[in-house]
């Protein structure tokens, strides 16, 4: 594994315990420029995690617990009238840093969620004619809680799909649940990180690696053959985009660099598919008795497609 990103994936350990592969696949989401959905049940550590992840970069991190009436403006920033130079100043939204955890994101009015979402795609935000560019590099971790619906906004398809990675963190086995146990004994695991392992600036020269990361046309067609299988598929009411399979080819650089290759391989699309693309299908009523889950049919896709020989 590439040295920088075990010195990041090592000091997230000293906050989470265990969930190496969740680590890795936010990291990886990190290095793409991509944002990221945790969706899972309270109090598995979804927070804890994306705080981790903010304070071994040292970079400037805000948090916005969205509930129904959190304003646009809140998210985006506004304009006032100051009174001493008698001209219109911006203030700043919680948008205007490089992490932004945005919690609990389907209890959001749809209002506050397209603001939101406007900001991950354009990275800037206009208001008043004014355009403000955001930091890089600009990351959204949002959060959702999938079992309980009571007061809570389902995040529409168009907007699902403009996450990069949707991850779940999942309960503990007993042996790490044992370890977490001790850790919160005396204080919030989160003090164990002292000091940053890394600045912003180390982020922006990876992503650039990422960006050289060779990808041959095998590679390219098996992540076209994948996406391929999902349209015009009876399993499935909705097919991965080209955003899908832009996204998947971006997420694969990032897999092969991670574990310090020059070229992307098939290994690295499978790693890459379930995460990038679950989250983008919808099923058709065949599809949920069959696979249950975008996941388990994803997976299936992986299965049954003929993978190229490098």
């Not at 982020?203 to 041959?216: G, K």
């Not at 574990?259 to 058709?284: G, W």
Request: proline share 6%.
């Amino acid at each position: 594994m590439n040295s920088n990103i075990q010195k990041l994936s090592d000091s997230i350990g000293k906050v989470i315990v265990g969930k190496n592969d969740t680590v890795i696949k936010l990291i990886a989401a990190l290095l793409c420029e991509g944002h990221v959905l945790l969706e899972d049940v309270p109090g598995v550590g979804k927070t804890q995690m994306i705080t981790a992840l903010s304070r071994s970069i040292g970079g400037k991190f805000n948090r916005i617990q969205l509930t129904p009436d959190v304003m646009p403006s809140d998210i985006a920033g506004f304009t006032m009238l100051d009174s001493k130079s008698g001209e219109f100043i911006y203030r700043d939204g919680a948008v205007m840093c490089n992490f932004l955890l945005a919690d609990e994101i389907n209890r959001a009015s749809p209002k506050v969620q397209s603001a939101l979402l406007e900001a991950m795609e354009e990275r800037q935000i206009s208001i008043d004619g004014v355009t403000h560019k955001l930091p890089q590099p600009f990351l959204v971790m949002a959060t959702q809680n999938p079992v309980e619906t009571y007061g809570t906004f389902h995040l529409p398809e168009a907007q699902m799909d403009r996450f990069f990675m949707k991850l779940s963190i999942g309960y503990p086995v007993p042996e790490e649940e044992m370890k977490i146990l001790e850790r919160t004994e005396h204080q919030n695991p989160i003090q164990n990180i002292t000091e940053p392992a890394m600045h912003v600036d180390d982020i922006i020269a990876m992503q650039e690696s990422v960006r050289n990361i060779r990808v041959n046309d095998q590679v390219k067609k098996y992540i076209i053959d994948i996406v391929g299988c999902t349209r015009g598929d009876r399993n499935a009411v909705l097919g991965i985009s080209p955003r899908g399979s832009i996204a998947l080819y971006k997420a694969a650089k990032a897999f092969a660099y991670i574990y310090e290759r020059e070229y992307v391989t098939p290994d690295d699309v499978k790693a890459a598919a379930v995460p990038v693309l679950a989250h983008r299908i919808i099923l058709s009523p065949q599809g949920k008795s069959e696979f249950g889950t975008g996941e388990g049919y994803i997976t299936n896709i992986i299965r049954s497609t003929p993978v190229p020989a490098m």
